[in-house]
Protein backbone atom coordinates (compact mmCIF):
# COMPACT_ATOMS: atom_id res chain seq x y z
CA UNK A 1 0.00 0.00 0.00
CA UNK A 2 1.15 3.53 -0.95
CA UNK A 3 1.02 6.58 1.27
CA UNK A 4 -1.66 8.86 0.69
CA UNK A 5 -0.09 12.29 -0.59
CA UNK A 6 -2.29 15.17 0.21
CA UNK A 7 -6.05 15.73 1.36
CA UNK A 8 -8.59 14.01 -0.35
CA UNK A 9 -11.84 17.00 -1.67
CA UNK A 10 -15.48 16.40 -2.11
CA UNK A 11 -16.95 16.96 -4.94
CA UNK A 12 -20.77 17.69 -5.66
CA UNK A 13 -22.69 18.55 -8.39
CA UNK A 14 -24.66 21.19 -7.24
CA UNK A 15 -26.79 22.60 -10.42
CA UNK A 16 -27.44 21.22 -13.92
CA UNK A 17 -27.72 24.28 -16.73
CA UNK A 18 -28.64 24.38 -20.12
CA UNK A 19 -31.80 21.45 -20.80
CA UNK A 20 -31.09 20.31 -16.41
CA UNK A 21 -30.59 16.35 -18.18
CA UNK A 22 -26.98 15.28 -17.77
CA UNK A 23 -26.26 12.53 -20.60
CA UNK A 24 -24.98 10.84 -17.95
CA UNK A 25 -27.65 10.61 -16.23
CA UNK A 26 -26.06 12.62 -12.78
CA UNK A 27 -28.21 14.46 -10.40
CA UNK A 28 -27.98 17.42 -8.38
CA UNK A 29 -26.38 16.37 -4.77
CA UNK A 30 -24.41 13.55 -6.20
CA UNK A 31 -21.02 13.09 -4.64
CA UNK A 32 -17.89 11.84 -4.65
CA UNK A 33 -14.43 11.85 -2.65
CA UNK A 34 -10.91 12.17 -4.13
CA UNK A 35 -8.33 11.21 -2.38
CA UNK A 36 -5.54 11.19 -5.47
CA UNK A 37 -5.11 11.67 -8.95
CA UNK A 38 -7.80 9.34 -10.62
CA UNK A 39 -10.86 9.27 -11.65
CA UNK A 40 -13.27 7.84 -9.14
CA UNK A 41 -15.57 5.61 -10.37
CA UNK A 42 -18.75 6.64 -11.73
CA UNK A 43 -17.72 10.17 -12.62
CA UNK A 44 -17.68 11.03 -16.09
CA UNK A 45 -13.99 11.40 -17.76
CA UNK A 46 -14.82 14.80 -19.67
CA UNK A 47 -16.44 16.34 -16.29
CA UNK A 48 -13.08 15.07 -14.68
CA UNK A 49 -10.60 15.96 -16.67
CA UNK A 50 -12.27 19.92 -16.47
CA UNK A 51 -12.35 19.53 -12.76
CA UNK A 52 -9.05 17.73 -12.13
CA UNK A 53 -7.26 21.26 -11.70
CA UNK A 54 -8.90 22.55 -9.48
CA UNK A 55 -8.99 18.95 -7.10
CA UNK A 56 -5.25 18.93 -7.32
CA UNK A 57 -4.80 22.70 -6.40
CA UNK A 58 -7.25 21.93 -3.00
CA UNK A 59 -6.03 18.74 -2.05
CA UNK A 60 -2.72 20.17 -1.80
CA UNK A 61 -3.96 23.01 0.17
CA UNK A 62 -4.47 25.98 -2.42
CA UNK A 63 -6.56 28.77 -2.69
CA UNK A 64 -7.39 30.89 -5.65
CA UNK A 65 -7.35 34.16 -5.61
CA UNK A 66 -10.91 34.80 -6.85
CA UNK A 67 -13.07 33.47 -3.41
CA UNK A 68 -11.82 33.85 0.31
CA UNK A 69 -12.92 30.15 1.05
CA UNK A 70 -11.29 26.92 -0.24
CA UNK A 71 -13.70 25.85 -2.85
CA UNK A 72 -14.04 25.72 -6.60
CA UNK A 73 -16.74 25.71 -8.65
CA UNK A 74 -16.59 24.12 -12.23
CA UNK A 75 -18.91 23.15 -15.57
CA UNK A 76 -17.90 19.97 -17.36
CA UNK A 77 -17.51 20.66 -21.19
CA UNK A 78 -21.06 19.85 -22.32
CA UNK A 79 -22.31 23.62 -23.83
CA UNK A 80 -26.11 22.08 -24.03
CA UNK A 81 -26.43 20.96 -20.06
CA UNK A 82 -23.60 22.19 -18.02
CA UNK A 83 -22.88 20.17 -15.29
CA UNK A 84 -21.47 22.61 -12.59
CA UNK A 85 -19.49 21.15 -9.39
CA UNK A 86 -18.36 22.60 -6.38
CA UNK A 87 -15.01 20.84 -5.03
CA UNK A 88 -14.45 21.55 -0.96
CA UNK A 89 -11.74 20.05 1.00
CA UNK A 90 -13.15 16.99 2.66
CA UNK A 91 -14.23 17.80 6.28
CA UNK A 92 -12.13 16.32 8.91
CA UNK A 93 -13.21 13.56 10.57
Known amino acids: MTEQIGTA ?4 IVKIMGGGKCPSGFEVGRTWIVSDGLCPEGMCAWAFNAILPFITTLRFNGRFPWREE ?3 R ?7 NPVVFQVTPKPQQ
Open 9 to 12: VRVE
Open 70 to 72: PLA
Open 74 to 80: VCCPDAD
